[in-house]
C-alpha cells in the first residue's frame, strides 16, 4: 500500500512517515501548491491522498487525487477544518482503521472550468469549492452574460459571480449569501456577488447543465478555488460544468457529523445571544 502525504512547507513529517511505515504503508511526499516531475507516475501507483494542513491543504490534494478516483484523507492542522476528518492526536488511529478497512467512502462533486478566447481553449482547471469571474483589477462593476446549456438567462452589472459545488457553499458562496447545500449533493449553485438588481438571486443548478459565462465589456479575473487566478478579456467566455468524476473522501464518522461542523465551526443555529452562566440549553427529544 502507499500514501502520498500532502503537506503544507511548515510541517514536520518524521512523526507521521513513521506511523504510516508502521502501518505496513509506503509513503512519498508532494508540498502543497508546488510542481514535481514525478506526481502523475506516483498518483498511478497511490492507495491514499493524506492531506496535513488546514483546509486549503485538503483542496490541493483534492485537485491531484480526483482525476485518479484516490481516496483522501485530511488531518486537520489549520484553523477550521470544514473539510479534514483526523485532528493530530487521532492519527495513529485513522491510519489503522484505513488499514484495517473500517471507513466509510464519502463521494464529493468538484467542477471543471474552461477559459475560451475567440474560439480557442487558454486554460483549464480542476476544482472542489468554486470558479468565480470577479472584477479585478478594476473597482468597476462587470457586465456578463450567463448560460444554463443554449438557454441564456440574461446579462447583469455586478462584481462578478460564482459556481459552487456543495462543498463550497459552505465557503466564498455562502459569505455572499448563497445557499447552504448538504456535501454530498451533486447539485451546483449559481451565486451573483453583489448584483445591481435586487431581483438577481442564487440559483441551484443540476449537476448536468453546462454554465457559460462570458464577458460584455471589461477585463476581469478568473478564480479557481482560490489558487489559481487567470486574466479574462472582453467577448472571453468561462464554461463551468461538474466533473466526470466523484471525490472519495474517507470518513469515519456518519454523514450526520455535517450538522455538528455547522454549528461548531460556523455557529448555524448558535443562539445570538449566549444564555446566562448555568443555564442550559432546552434539549428536545428527536420526534417530539
Given amino acids: 500500500m502507499k500514501a502520498c502525504i500532502v503537506h503544507h512547507p511548515r510541517v514536520d513529517l518524521a512523526n507521521v ?3 504510516l511505515a508502521g502501518a505496513g504503508i509506503e ?28 483546509d486549503g491543504t485538503f483542496l490541493y490534494g483534492a485537485r491531484l487525487a480526483l482525476p485518479h478516483e484516490i481516496p483522501v484523507l485530511g488531518v486537520n492542522l489549520g484553523r477550521l477544518g470544514m473539510l479534514t476528518e483526523v485532528e493530530p492526536a487521532d492519527l495513529e488511529a485513522g491510519i489503522a482503521r484505513f488499514v484495517a478497512g473500517d471507513y466509510r467512502v464519502e463521494e464529493r462533486t468538484a ?8 474560439g480557442r481553449l487558454l486554460h483549464s482547471s480542476l476544482g472542489l469549492n468554486e470558479t468565480m469571474v ?29 459556481v459552487a459545488t ?3 457553499s ?4 455562502l459569505a455572499l449569501g448563497g445557499p447552504i447545500l448538504e456535501p454530498t449533493l451533486p447539485d451546483l449553485v449559481l451565486v451573483p456577488m453583489n448584483p445591481f438588481a435586487l431581483t438577481v438571486r442564487p440559483i441551484v443548478i443540476n449537476p448536468n447543465v453546462h454554465i457559460r459565462v462570458q464577458l460584455v465589456g471589461n477585463p476581469a479575473t478568473v478564480t479557481t478555488d482560490g489558487y489559481l487566478n487567470w486574466s479574462a478579456e ?27 461542523l ?27
Avoid at 508540498?31 to 493524506?50: C, F, I, P, Q, W
Avoid at 467542477?111 to 475567440?118: A, D, W
Avoid at 461538474?242 to 457529523?257: I, N, S, T
Avoid at 455557529?267 to 427529544?285: M, S
Fill in 17 to 19: 512517515e513513521r506511523l
Fill in 27 to 54: 509513503s512519498w511526499r508532494q508540498e502543497r501548491n508546488s510542481k514535481h516531475e514525478r506526481t502523475e507516475a506516483e498518483l498511478a501507483g497511490t492507495d491514499l491522498v493524506m492531506t496535513l494542513g488546514g
Fill in 111 to 118: 467542477i471543471f472550468s474552461e477559459l475560451h478566447r475567440k
Fill in 134 to 162: 470577479h472584477r479585478t483589477p478594476s473597482l468597476r462593476l462587470i457586465r456578463f452574460a450567463m448560460w444554463m446549456d443554449s438557454q441564456e438567462i440574461g446579462t447583469i452589472d455586478a462584481d462578478g459571480v460564482l
Fill in 166 to 168: 456543495a462543498t463550497g
Fill in 170 to 173: 459552505t465557503a466564498y458562496a
Fill in 234 to 260: 472582453p467577448a472571453d467566455e468561462l464554461r463551468v460544468a461538474a466533473y466526470a468524476r466523484q471525490l472519495k473522501v474517507v470518513r469515519f464518522r456518519g454523514p450526520e457529523e455535517f450538522y455538528r
Fill in 262 to 288: 455547522l454549528r461548531q465551526k460556523i455557529g448555524w443555529g448558535a443562539p445570538l445571544v449566549p444564555r446566562p452562566d448555568g443555564e442550559a440549553d432546552a434539549e428536545i427529544a428527536p420526534g417530539s
